[in-house]
């Protein structure tokens, strides 16, 4: 064992062979350095494909356009789904048309329940958007049923009116 001219065989206990403030911002950056699959952190997978996003399933170039049918209060999209599928639908009630949560949920109830009633009735594999446009506060279950079945109707939805 030979013997070091300090007073202690443990280098962290000596100011000089300690890093100084420099050297240790060099080493602690916050930007990781770049690896090999394209610069990204390690356990974040590889990096992101260049060029425009992918458009999203419902908005691929297969799936044909909603045709929209506008009655007095409520409009509706429809398009054709895949084959073997009942109809299935969807209800938007914006916020600028009914202000409080609890007044657009009691119009999608409204809404949903006439459609589960009349859900015999609609032709199946199909898609439905309807949209609120107007919420006319007077209007009772049986006009809002009529204006489901006319639109239905008008969009060749209807069971009844296909041979």
């Given at each position: ?26 080493t602690k950056t916050r930007i990781s350095p770049p690896v090999a ?113 006319g639109l239905l109707r008008r969009a060749g939805l209807w069971r009844?009116?296909?041979?």
């Amino acid at each position: 064992m030979g013997i070091s001219d300090k007073p202690y065989n443990c280098p962290q206990f000596y100011e000089e062979d300690l890093p100084t403030f420099q050297e240790k911002k060099k080493t602690k950056t916050r930007i990781s350095p770049p690896v090999a699959y394209g610069g990204r952190p390690e356990g974040h997978g590889p990096a992101a494909e260049k060029g425009p996003k992918k458009a999203p399933p419902c908005l691929t170039p297969s799936t044909p356009p909603m045709k929209p049918q506008k009655g007095e209060i409520l409009t509706l999209f429809s398009s054709e789904s895949g084959p073997g599928q009942d109809a299935e639908w969807r209800i938007a009630v914006s916020r600028k048309i009914v202000r409080l949560a609890t007044g657009r949920n009691r119009w999608r109830r409204r809404i949903r329940e006439i459609l589960r009633k009349l859900r015999q009735e609609i032709q199946p594999r199909h898609r439905l958007v309807w949209k609120l446009h107007r919420a006319t506060p007077a209007l009772g279950p049986a006009e809002l049923e009529r204006e489901i079945q006319g639109l239905l109707r008008r969009a060749g939805l209807w069971r009844s009116d296909k041979p």
